[in-house]
């Protein structure tokens, strides 16, 4: 017996529907805002993500799953922007109309352990906004996420934003944030340890709750933000305002990597548990040049669709799910068989979901089972039917069943 690998999913033909019916409205939501789909391969070069999500991360140090084939070492994508960065560039999108707008619905790959809301093979729809500096498009990157979760039905959930500064107020700040560490930085987890000279910043990320007990009252980022970082913070809270989102000043949320700039978000639901984040974003103005393109503002969001589906359960949303079947053509006698492939064929073609035996198997057999389809109608058709150019068409909601002509059925039908 082969099973799967442990932090994957199976998504059964069940419950695909559901996955079906958020894709739909992430595409529609996104196409709404005017961008475009972007898809691009599983696996990159294994550089890609050591540059574009950063040496320092969790993600590179202990999660990708990498392998080497023809002596290259390649990588299965942890996370989306990347792969859409390194495209960017090489098809010269930089020179095409700008701001340039995507998103995405992809698989992502991290070895993490597996916890609820947190597997290994998991999902992400994401957004990317190429060559604007104005806040404006945060706040709308913001809005688009929360009309979608919105939209979706998703309840009580919380958008927590910070302003991270530019590399420019952020050396600083590093030096006051180290300077309060130092003397606790020996009772820190190994990893904090390690983020010291590093990545300090990350350390505020720490999952580590005895971490979190000395890092109380660490220096914000926010005290420390240049003229031009305040202002366009202060300038993307006014749109939110008046957009009407409602937001909480985070100073916890931090990406501590030397490209991402400014505007860091998270919304963050208390439906989860531990894994609260649904979605995470902000600014990377500084990612497109370190992945080897000319400087080019860049603004998106990553969200987990498992945790947006748990999330959707905990709030109560009963996703539609769509008719399996709209007639069945239940057959006797092999004339009478192949009549009804035909029948299925011209019913298809007029937009109906119809089902025909491929089984062989007795009337009462093909009955039970259109009725755990769920059809509306049921044809029944024998050789004798057929002699005689009819169908026995039953309503599967009434149990009634008349005789008609072809024609007329399916008139009925219609
Ligand atoms: P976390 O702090 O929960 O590990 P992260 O900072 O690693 O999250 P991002 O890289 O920002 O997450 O990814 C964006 C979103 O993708 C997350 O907010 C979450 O919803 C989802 N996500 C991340 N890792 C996983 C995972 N292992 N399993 C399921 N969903 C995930
Ligand atoms: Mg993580």
Known sequence: MINIPKGTKDILPQESYKWQWLEERFRQTCERYGYKEFRTPIFEHTELFQRGVGETTDIVQKEMYTFEIAERSL????????????????????????????????????????????????????????????????????????????????????????????PKCRAEYRKA??????????????????????????????????????????????????????????????????????????????????YYTKTAFEFISDKLG?????????????LVEEIGGPSTAGVGFGMGIERLLITLEACGV?????????????????????????????????????????????????????????ASWCMVLGDDELARGVVQLRDMKNSTQTELPVEKAFEEIN
């Open 75 to 166: 990588t299965l994508k942890p996370e989306g922007t990347a792969g859409v960065v390194r495209s960017f560039i090489e098809n010269k999108l930089y020179a095409g109309q700008l701001p340039a707008k995507y998103y995405y619905a992809t698989p992502c790959y991290r070895y993490e352990k597996m916890q609820k809301g947190r597997q290994r093979e998991f999902h992400q729809f994401g957004i990317e906004v190429f060559g604007s500096q104005s806040m404006l498009a945060d706040a709308e990157v913001i809005s688009l996420a929360n009309d979608f979760l919105t939209g979706c039905g998703v309840e009580g959930f919380k958008l927590h934003i910070n302003s991270i500064g530019c």
């Open 177 to 258: 944030l180290q300077d309060f560490i130092r003397p606790n930085l020996d009772k820190l987890c190994e990893t904090s340890q390690g983020r010291f000279e590093t990545n300090p910043m990350r350390i505020l990320d720490s999952k580590d709750p005895d971490d979190q007990k000395y890092l109380v009252g660490a220096p914000k980022i926010t005290d420390y933000l240049c003229d031009d970082c305040r202002t366009a913070f202060e300038e993307l809270q006014r749109d939110l305002d008046a957009l009407g989102i409602e937001y909480e000043v985070d100073p916890g949320i931090v990406r501590g990597l030397d």
């Open 274 to 286: 531990a894994q609260s984040t649904i979605c995470g974003g902000g600014r990377y103005d500084n």
């Open 318 to 374: 009963e996703i539609p799910q769509p008719d399996e079947c709209d007639v069945f053509i239940a057959a006797m006698g092999s004339a009478a068989q192949t009549k009804a492939l035909q029948l299925g064929a011209e019913l298809r073609r007029a937009g109906k979901k119809a089902i025909v035996d491929v089984c062989g198997r007795g009337l009462k057999a093909q009955l039970k089972y259109a009725d755990r389809l769920g």
